[in-house]
């Protein structure tokens, strides 16, 4: 395959990456000045937040993930691990986070850096992904919310692609530092999110892409290339094989998130596969399903009575029948370790499948998974609804300013849960009672008001600017797109173009589909946002690279004429 690489620019002057660095570093500084204003939110939210606290806690005691029930093992560990590092380096987490996004905001900016000598267009660039709205966007950047660490982790991973392939002549030394490099940051975004599937189609570009790249690709070229991707698959299975092996270690069974267990897949999968007339969008399970299911399955029939008493207090809506089900489980006894909940979920995912076999209650045809069902009906809704996501992806809006409404945000929550969000994130949190609040004093106070009025009025900018910057940069990457077809011959521009802009895509296709049957969730769509920014700022390089080619060539013709 024939590729037309943009040229890489020569090595930068001394100063101009002196006065880059002295830049990066004068914003990083304003914005950790601005965004302390933003004390932390503690709340009680045993399957999110406080869940990770708490078994980051555990973390830090030596105790892997803690004690066994219902939530150890739903989420992916990375964070709570991250929560523990970050304990042990002094400094609270959100800080901790704020730099460590901080970091890969340079990381991404250096990625480009072979392609433009001067340092304004990476000042601008790195400007713009700094100051990224969904990082001071409170009060959810003010929680132990995952986005905290998959934002960072998302830009690296593309920066990281993006910068292998723009180093494919360069050492292997430098090749393999930045496939590396690659491998970690993909591992451990697998496993701090669990829809990480929206990356595969991205990376499977980028992997054929590295393989192709260039003129006269031979066979020892690609089996090269291919060694020097070795690390990708090598360093996911050891992170693999390690949380494997101490889930083994410390709870009986090698699997690392319960709820992706075939055993779970099979009993709840195997409940909304249950085909009854009655059932509604965004319902997975309702009672005619458990009715059903009561009647062929004696093992799922010893929950009734705890259903039965669950509802007469308060209820999670019924989209989250996930976590009802795993408390339900847990509150009969069943789910004491777990190779005793895996051996509950077996044997009731069996009996309701032999069920659907024998014909003894209708059931869909289609594998048990917890996936929600997809209905013919359904279909209509695709092009509004994919529609609603991917604007909500460009342009911003869900992003929340708050100016003057400090006092709206409290603390909750037990005394020991409390101490636990002290101890464990080192935070000052925010006090649980306005009469604290009012005894700040008054220069105090305003400096608070004026910085959450500062990120709101930077956060606002980018509502207007960047729905704009995204439609130009589309039809810039169109360009180049069909630039490269007529010449037949790739460039990067279109690659990488693609390699992002699918990777948002493939991200608002999943929750597309979640939205449409189970129910809205906006906090997976924070990873997103860096990824249109990034996708901006690549086309951004181009088309400064394009339109300086352009320059070149009209002054040289002139000197040709005047000669």
Known sequence: MNTNFFKPAELTETNSNCFLFWWMLFL???????????????????????????????????????????????????????????????????????????????????????????????????????????????????????????????????????????????????????????????????????????????????????????????????????????????????????????????????????????????????????????????????????????????????????????????????SFYIWVLRDMVRKSGNANSLPEALDFYGKMGAEINAACEAGTISCLNRKATIKPVWRAEYIPLIPATFWDIFKQAISFRTAHFSENEYSKWKTTGSKEMVEDYRFVTREKLVPGHWHHIQAYPKYYMHMIVEKFRILSDIGKGYNKIIPLFFVLSLLVHLAFLVRSIRSRQLDFASMFGLITLGGIISLVSILTYIKITLWPINRPLFSAYPLVLYYISTMAVFSYLFLQKRFKQTNNKKRIVES
């Open 28 to 318: 990083i500084l304003a914005q950790l000045w601005l965004v302390e204003a933003q004390d932390f939110v503690a709340t009680y939210t045993p399957h999110d937040d406080y869940l990770f606290v708490k078994l980051a806690k555990h973390i830090l005691s030596g105790a892997w993930l803690g004690p066994y029930d219902q939530v150890t093992l739903i989420k992916g560990p990375i964070y709570p691990l991250f929560i523990a590092v970050a304990h042990h380096t002094g400094m609270p987490l959100l800080l901790v986070q704020h730099l460590l996004y901080s970091a890969i905001c340079i990381l991404a900016t250096m990625a480009l850096r072979p392609l433009v000598k001067g340092q304004w267009l990476f000042m601008l660039i790195f400007f713009l992904l700094l100051f990224n709205p969904f990082t001071y966007s409170y009060p959810g950047t003010g929680r132990a919310f995952r986005f905290g660490l998959s934002m960072p982790l998302v830009l690296a991973l593309f920066s990281c692609m993006g910068g292998l392939l723009l180093r494919v002549k360069y050492s292997l030394k430098n090749k393999i530092s930045w496939s590396i490099a690659t491998s970690l940051i993909f591992s451990l975004l697998w496993y701090t999110r669990e829809e990480g599937i929206w990356i595969l189609p991205s990376l499977a570009l980028f992997v054929f892409c590295f393989l192709l790249l260039g003129s006269q690709i031979t066979f020892t070229k690609v089996l090269t290339r291919f060694f020097i991707l070795l690390p990708i698959p090598l360093v996911f299975i050891a992170f693999t094989t390690t949380f494997s092996h101490l889930n083994q270690k410390y709870y009986g069974a090698p699997d690392i998130i319960e709820i992706k267990s075939p055993e779970f897949q099979s009993a709840l999968g195997g409940l909304m596969n249950i085909d009854i007339a009655k059932s509604k969008r965004y319902i997975p399970v309702n009672q005619e399903n458990q009715n059903a299911a009561y009647a062929v399955s004696p093992t799922f029939k010893q929950l009734q009575p705890y259903f039965e008493e669950s509802k007469k207090g308060a209820q999670l809506p019924e």
